[in-house]
């Protein structure tokens, strides 16, 4: 698939096209504001409207002339998702359905307060971030993969989520995590260069430090983002103590297995000095017994780490084939175990709150079931 360009061209029916401004670093701002003739300090202006007061239209740009915006206006645009639809968990979670210029259907979540038993700041606000159109991997217990992969999203595409959820947030959104539709390694270039945008201090959007990428086990990725050295962090999706179910679940596997991804993550470690977290959903009977707590104590030991323990989120309109069809939740009593079992083996665990499930909200359930397939 070719790379996303970090923004969005967008075609009226009359033929004139609009670039979307939105992604766009301050060397492509310069080259915007040359182009109508301006000075270099133009963009950076630019910048600052765009990424520091989220103005949502040119014509909102107060300090370039009235004449200035209306040039502009020709030829730019600061939006190009539409708000399609939001609903709201009975547990305060918001989920927020934006349709792409070209008729996809991407989904972001806003989970308002997480009550986490590692809670240190107790007003955190976290929004899960989509990063591709549908997902190409494949995972057998995640609705995204339903949808397959349709495309990757630009850089200012993954920016404006964030942009219009905050706007309805009120209060500032203080953790990105790009857990939503989509493999963030698969979109590295845009993913990274969104990442930028929110990590730059002056933007005053996001810390890097409260950023996190989650991955379903890329090495290319996890070795690149060790070596380019944004302070961001990073959880791998792990969900199994063997390369046999691992394989199952996550057809990845096939291509990078546990001990690639464990290099790599070691690797990662090495270089940043980063606490890595480790995701793991648990299914009843397939991965949560005793000797299963002992083999992911001692995968995770590896490097200083958090293992993330996740309910499964039931998927209500899959047809299940294979695996998927054997995939149920772990009762109450052996999650509990579980968790027990692997802090006895000496794991720092957090057990995930399954924030939006009432909305399809939590993690795994983001597909869209109307739209899927893109609007003609
Ligand atoms: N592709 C990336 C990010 C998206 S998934 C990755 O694989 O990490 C974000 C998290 O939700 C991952 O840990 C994923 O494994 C988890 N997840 C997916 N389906 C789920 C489900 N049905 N129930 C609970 N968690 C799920």
Redesign the pocket.
Known sequence: MKPAPFSISITAPDGSVRQSLLGMDRAELEAVVAAIGQPTYRANQLHEWLYRRHVDSVMAITSLSHELRGRLAETATLRTLTLADQQTSTDGTIKFLFRTHDGYNIESVLIPSEARDDQDEPKRRTICISTQVG?P?D?K????ASMKLKRNLAAGEIIEQFLRVQDVAGQKITNIV???????MLNYDAVFRAVALFADPGNDLVPAARITV???GLVEGIRRMADEGQKIKL???L?ASTNGLRSELMPINRRHDLTEVMDAVEYYYRKTRRTVTF?Y?LFEGLNDTEEDARRIAKLTRRVPSKVNI??????SFTNPTGISARLHPTTRQQFDNFVAMLRAHGAQVMVRSSSGQDIEA????LAVKHGAERLE
């Open positions: 997902c991997l995972c217990f995640c609705a995204t790009f857990m939503g539709m989509g493999e963030p989650s991955t379903s959880a791998l999706s969900h995701e959903i996740i309910p499964f989120h039931s998927i939590a993690c795994g359930q």
